[in-house]
């Protein structure tokens, strides 16, 4: 039985325990020893979604993502013949998964919606995240070191996808000649307005409410998960230039103003390339772009009531799909704010050769 003293105690600092750190407390209960070691010497700021951020290896991150993403630069051993997605958060890695897993199963799985074989196909009654798995939100997760050399064959090529900024990524998958690279970057400005919204939604609803005007200075000030998103988009843009036939780099804007053409560049760059049939006909093209397009995706039973386990038990997949749209942040941001983002952009890709379309 504790004395009076020690109860009175262990009151006050229950008492006095603030949203932020309650919620941080559940954040590192299933996180190894070590790994709340290691938070302890980080940089740690105010976070979007979770109560902090950590600096890690130069990028923000929450502290899960943290010990997943130690554990994938550990064991994970790359295939000569592996595709990895690579995005930051709420750049259209959801439209890539569906794209890429379109484009190179499509022997197997044909995309054409009108014809029986399509009922089958595995996008219309899955969520791409549940195809195309993410690293360190699923493979990685948890601790877990997951047993991939039993993959199966005709997966070849094994696909996955992440967050990580180039710098951190394992290193036999930056070794690698073959292993291939997809990025696919949006404008900052989108990103930002697509980041607040989704991270509004699974921010826990004790932790006090998050303003677009808080969300846009952290941006700003590069502390976003997996930002600064100068650097990341940077780390990218940087290597595609350097190891084009190694890493393709794909804007979100593009994709939506001229789907064909990207898809063609995107099926020949990941070693798919259409047939001179296909590409004639059009249809399977074309279909590949419908079956993966917003509307499409977003009217599937699984993407409107379904849970995709890679979030969390209680994601919805409905989330995934906002507006999917070039220019929405033009609802959001106040003139100020366009001025503030526009100057810093320039002045972080000044030189870089990388450019936006805003609208
Ligand atoms: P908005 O919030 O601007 O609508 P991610 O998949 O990286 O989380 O990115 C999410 C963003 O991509 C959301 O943007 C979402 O609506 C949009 N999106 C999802 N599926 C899409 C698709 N098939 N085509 C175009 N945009 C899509």
Request: aromatic letters at 12%; hydrophobic letters at 35%; a neutral charge.
């Amino acid at each position: 039985m504790p004395s009076s003293a020690t109860i009175t105690t262990t009151h006050f600092t229950k008492h006095h325990q603030s949203a932020e750190e309650k919620e941080e407390e559940e954040e590192l209960k299933l996180l190894s020893q070590e790994c709340k070691e290691l938070l302890l010497s980080l940089p740690k700021e105010k976070g979007w979604r979770t109560p902090f951020l950590y600096q890690f290896q130069g990028f923000w991150c929450q502290p899960k993502e943290i010990q997943s993403i130690i554990s994938f630069q550990k064991h994970f051993k790359s295939r000569e013949s592996d595709v990895i997605l690579a995005t930051i958060p709420k750049s259209g890695t959801t439209w890539l998964k569906a794209l890429v897993f379109a484009i190179i199963n499509r022997r197997r799985f044909p995309p054409a919606t009108t014809s029986d074989t399509s009922r089958n196909h595995p996008l219309l009654t899955s969520n791409p995240h549940d195809l195309v798995p993410f690293l360190e939100y699923k493979l990685y997760a948890n601790n877990q070191v997951p047993d991939l050399s039993k993959f199966p064959d005709d997966d070849e090529p094994r696909t996955f996808a992440t967050h990580v900024p180039y710098p951190s990524l394992e290193e036999s998958i930056k070794k690698s000649e073959s292993v291939k690279i997809v990025y696919l970057c949006r404008n900052p400005f989108d990103t930002l307005i697509s980041s607040w919204h989704f991270m509004k939604i699974l921010r826990p609803e004790s932790l006090p409410q998050f303003s677009l005007e808080e969300a846009f200075k952290m941006y700003c000030n590069g502390i976003v998960g997996f930002g600064p998103f100068w650097e990341h988009m940077l780390g990218y843009w940087n290597e595609s230039l350097k190891r084009p036939e190694k890493v393709l780099f794909l804007k979100y804007e593009d994709i939506k103003e001229d789907v064909v053409s990207n898809l063609k560049e995107l099926a020949s760059f990941l070693g798919f390339p259409f047939s001179v049939e296909e590409e004639r006909e059009g249809v399977v093209i074309q279909e590949i772009a419908k079956l993966c397009s917003f509307d499409k995706l977003k009217e599937l039973e699984v993407n409107k009531y379904g849970k995709a386990m890679t979030f969390s038990k209680h994601f919805e997949n409905k989330h995934l799909f906002r507006k999917g749209e070039v220019g929405d942040w033009v609802n959001y941001l106040n003139p100020l704010m366009v001025k503030q983002l526009s100057q810093l952009m320039e002045e972080k890709f000044m030189g870089s050769g990388l450019s936006f379309k805003l609208l």
